[in-house]
Nanobody
């Protein structure tokens, strides 16, 4: 069993920054992939950014110039630094890990961008 605990969501004005953090625990296999997805109001869940345990990353085009993903394999954490936030970044952000051929999800953290 794997548990993911997210933190760092909240309310921010357009142009502002937020940092999301996720800590994984439990029976995690290596190699694995960790990252962030989001679900905007009325939309399906979409990939934001992922990082493999080897260090390769995938970042959605819509956030590529503004968001940065980082992970610490030893601490089993993955962070998402979000800058220049836009109204359309408002969403529930979910931490994700693919380990042992299974997907695991965090409970989600709300990010609201509003003036």
């Amino acid at each position: 069993q794997v548990q993911l605990v997210e933190s760092g969501g909240g309310l921010v004005q357009p142009g502002g920054s937020l940092r999301l953090s996720c800590a994984a625990s439990g029976n995690i296999f290596s190699p694995n992939n960790m990252g962030w997805y989001r679900q905007r109001p009325g939309k399906g869940r979409e990939l934001v950014a992922t990082s493999s345990s080897a260090g390769s990353t995938v970042i959605a085009d819509s956030v590529k110039e503004r968001f940065t993903i980082s992970r610490d394999n030893a601490k089993r954490t993955v962070d998402l630094q979000m800058s220049s936030l836009k109204l359309e970044d408002t969403a529930v952000y979910y931490c994700w890990i693919f380990s042992g051929r299974l997907d695991y999800w965090g409970q989600g953290t709300q990010v609201t961008v509003s003036s």
